[in-house]
């Protein structure tokens, strides 16, 4: 396994909860499949001591207003206590600016400190960030030949502090992408060179034997994945991890909320409110109007606007959601 890993996939794959896995099947040097079979809790025990008690793990999280003074160091304001003239302490403050360490160059100093053992610094959504503007001059000491022990063992002089400095050979950076967001394609093309990429696909069989009212959970995903597939792409499918909770409660209701408030909502982010689209992912032209999901209806402009005003006005339909489908078992039988 190497040492810079992206899971990436469609949202609710399990990218965020197979970085655990990896994890525990890096630092203790177990194949991941073998790991993935272990009881997800214990593994979650084990995953939480080596984060919490032995520092063996950092967890942090990408987004538009991180950067690298947050990632590496930067330049931060302190406020100190000065003294008075007799040399006492007085309550005034006065603001001083030091270089302070960031979360990943500090998780590197502690792991060169325990060579024998190995640490992981986990990047959730690594695409939501400027990536070349959050790892600036690491982007070349992080990749694996050029860590501090190997042949090629390289350091750069940092911005700030203008020290030397280069990641452990010990460090391990698993990062987890949503391919929704943004494609590999559109990635630094110096960060895809230094990372192992794993793809994570919505997996029907981990739905296997769930049935809602003779609506088979496995079939109804792997049907509405084709579609969507065949509209957009592979990278815009729904993922297991939304369906999953009704292994433990098969029921309607609950089939009805996660579509009523994921899968809906989903689509229409996908396909930018083009709800002919979604209309034909959810199998509604096939439908009575009483089971489909999406509604169509011709505009009466004249009635609205007065006359001639469709000489202005292009769309002819309008699209509403059927609230009562959610709750029609048909809906899903005929989709």
Known sequence: MGANIILYGP????????????????????????VM???????????HALKNLYGQIEF??????FGYEEFVEGIKPVFIQVMNERGERSRKEEMVYKVDEGIFKSFCVEASKNPDEKYIFIIDEINRGNVSKIFGEMITVIE????????????????YSKEDFGVPDNVYILGTMNTADRSIAMLDSALRRRFDFVEMLPNPDLLEGVIVEGVDIRQLMTKINKRIEILIDRDHTIGHAYF????????????????????????????????????????????EVNEQFVRVSPVDYTQVFGTRAEQYL??????????????????????
């Open 11 to 34: 949202p609710g794959t399990g990218k965020t909860y197979n970085t655990v896995c990896y994890a525990i099947s890096i630092i203790y040097g177990r194949p991941v499949r073998e």
């Open 37 to 47: 079979k272990d009881n997800y809790d214990d593994l979650l025990e084990k995953y």
């Open 60 to 65: 942090c999280t990408f987004h538009q207003s």
């Open 144 to 159: 694996p030949t050029k860590r501090l022990g190997q042949v090629e063992a390289a350091s750069v002089m940092l911005a």
């Open 244 to 287: 999953l909770q009704l292994k433990n409660r098969p029921a309607l209701n609950v089939l009805a909320h996660i579509f009523k408030n994921s899968i809906i909502p989903q689509l229409q982010e996908y396909f930018y409110d083009d709800y002919e689209k979604i209309r034909l992912v959810l199998g509604d032209p096939n439908k």
């Open 314 to 335: 292009e769309n002819d339909e309008v699209y509403t959601i059927n609230n009562a489908a959610f709750a029609n078992i048909n809906s899903y039988l005929k989709l």
